[in-house]
């Protein structure tokens, strides 16, 4: 079981509490009365999913010995007009360079990653079509 806890600190701002002991402030934009101190709930989620898969990708890219020299994703994510805005679309964008980096090796470690691995992912799927982008030595390439 994970835990976590979330504390008021004053106005908007709350400060998170992960199980393993780590703290991160969130706060709301000014214009929604907040303080802007610290990260939105909506950005952490995005970014949970890049941390999710970034791992999955990186230790499977390891263990295929694929040579990079730089790996990154950037995360796009459009939301639902209406509340509660979920995400409705999130675009991946793999990014990945290395000399001798085969494409094959990285675009299977991004499927399994998103297939059998990342749990974000397969929470985050229910109510957003994901969109994989594999970009290896800047050539771009969109996955099935």
């Not at 806890?5 to 214009?31: Q, R, Y």
């Not at 007009?81 to 990014?95: M, S």
């Not at 998103?114 to 799927?125: I, S």
């Amino acid at each position: 079981m994970l835990i976590g806890s979330v504390t008021w600190l004053d106005h908007m701002a709350m400060v998170g509490k992960s199980g393993s002991g780590h703290e991160i402030v969130f706060d709301a934009a000014s214009e929604h009365g907040g303080g802007n101190r610290g990260a939105r709930p909506k950005e952490l989620t995005l970014l949970s999913l890049g941390g999710c898969t970034g791992m999955d990708v990186l230790s499977i890219m390891e263990k295929k010995r694929v040579p990079f020299t730089s790996f990154k994703i950037d995360l796009e994510a459009d939301t639902s007009a209406e509340h509660p805005q979920v995400f409705t679309e999130i675009r991946l964008i793999y990014r990945t360079e290395g000399e001798g980096v085969l494409r094959e090796h990285v675009d299977r470690a991004i499927q399994l990653s998103q297939e059998k691995y990342c749990g974000v992912t397969h929470m985050l799927n229910k109510t957003a079509k994901l969109v994989l982008i594999s970009e290896v030595n800047g050539d771009r390439r969109v996955l099935d």
